[in-house]
């Protein structure tokens, strides 16, 4: 959120997000994910690994920049719907507005699947890890989107809001938006298992384990 509203702010356009918005997303959006991923269970070798270093920071320089690229990438995705929707599509402000809104706070939920693990894509979890190991998951983002569409759809909530209902073809661009966020963090994925995981040695041996071992 400061990265989409510094390099709107910037460039000299109006605000995507008003602080209305800003704080229900922050208070209703964010956090029942948020809570989710607290109460993932203890990942089965957590008493093999070796301790850690004491001497290493907490987030080491690759992670920090995996970390910003994640949040520029969901940022710059934001800007991107926002100026096509206001300059391009030559849409009203609050219409623009809108569109930020959802692309944001849909790529944010999205997010909370992609950072149970740091070098486990995805793809690469498998059913069992998606769907059936954190129930919560499922359920705190679900409360998300619908907390979201009610801020969208219902009359009254909207007006507070500032929000208009967005019509399908916003939600191509949403769409469009989380598939280039989930392409972008399953890319830095990949980059820092190439750079992190001994060639030699099977990754699934080293997927949990090796973001814990250098931090």
Not at 97 to 104: D, E, I, M, N, Q
Not at 147 to 176: A, Q, R
């Amino acid at each position: 959120e400061v990265l989409l509203m510094m390099a709107i702010v910037f460039a000299g356009m109006d605000a995507p997000l008003t602080a209305m918005q800003i704080l229900f997303a922050n208070i209703v959006v964010d956090i029942p994910p948020s809570l989710a991923l607290g109460v993932e269970d203890s990942e089965a070798n957590v008493m093999l690994r070796s301790p850690r270093n004491p001497q290493r920071p907490i987030l080491d320089v690759q992670l920090t920049i995996i970390i910003f690229v994640q949040a520029a990438s969901m940022a710059g995705l934001t800007v991107v719907a926002y100026v096509y929707t206001f300059v391009v599509e030559d849409a009203s402000y609050k219409h623009s507005s809108s569109v930020a809104f959802v692309v944001l706070f849909t790529c944010q939920t999205i997010q909370a699947f992609l950072n149970r693990y740091i070098t486990l894509g995805f793809f690469a979890m498998g059913p069992q890890k998606v769907l059936l190991e954190n129930k919560w998951l499922w359920a705190g983002c679900a409360t998300s989107i619908v907390s979201m569409l009610c801020g969208l759809y219902i009359p009254g909530l909207n007006t507070i809001l500032e929000l208009k209902p967005v019509d399908g073809e916003d939600w191509v661009k949403v769409i469009i938006a989380v598939v280039a966020h989930f392409t972008i963090v399953e890319l830095l994925k990949t980059f820092y298992v190439s750079r992190t995981v001994p060639k030699s040695t099977p990754l699934a041996e080293h997927a949990v384990e090796i973001p814990l071992n250098r931090i």
